[in-house]
């Protein structure tokens, strides 16, 4: 069993800045790849970010590509989520996932995930 914890969110101005956290627990961390999901109000969550297990690659959602940067910190078992000029329609609940594969931009390819943590950018 793995544990996921999201911290970091907040309110925020568009054009502003968050960095998330999620810290995972329970099983070896650097054996598994991690994902940033998002899910706005009424609608299906989204994959945002992911990355492999030893933090060299990493893949986007055209959304977010150039605005945001995932990383990871393996001795602290802890990604992030670092989210620049954050813009009104980013805003919802975003959710860190554990999973086995990479790239993978599926809900159902990831086996653990957080409680989540809400963004909301103003406009």
């Known amino acids: 069993q793995v544990q996921v914890v999201e911290s970091g969110g907040g309110l925020v101005q568009a054009g502003g800045s968050l960095r998330l956290s999620c810290a995972a627990s329970?099983?070896?961390?650097?054996?598994?790849?991690m994902g940033w999901f998002r899910q706005a109000p009424e609608k299906e969550r989204e994959f945002v970010a992911a990355i492999s297990w030893s933090g060299d690659n990493t893949y986007y959602a055209n959304s977010v590509k150039g605005r945001f940067t995932i990383s990871r910190d393996n001795a602290k078992n802890t990604v992030y989520l670092e989210m620049n000029s954050l813009k009104p329609e980013d805003t919802g609940v975003y959710y860190c996932?554990?999973?086995?594969?990479?790239?993978?931009?599926?809900?159902?390819?990831?086996?653990?995930w957080g409680q989540g943590t809400q963004v909301t950018v103003s406009s």
């Open positions: 329970g099983r070896t961390f650097s054996n598994y790849a």
């Open positions: 996932a554990v999973g086995r594969y990479y790239p993978a931009m599926l809900t159902t390819s990831y086996d653990y």
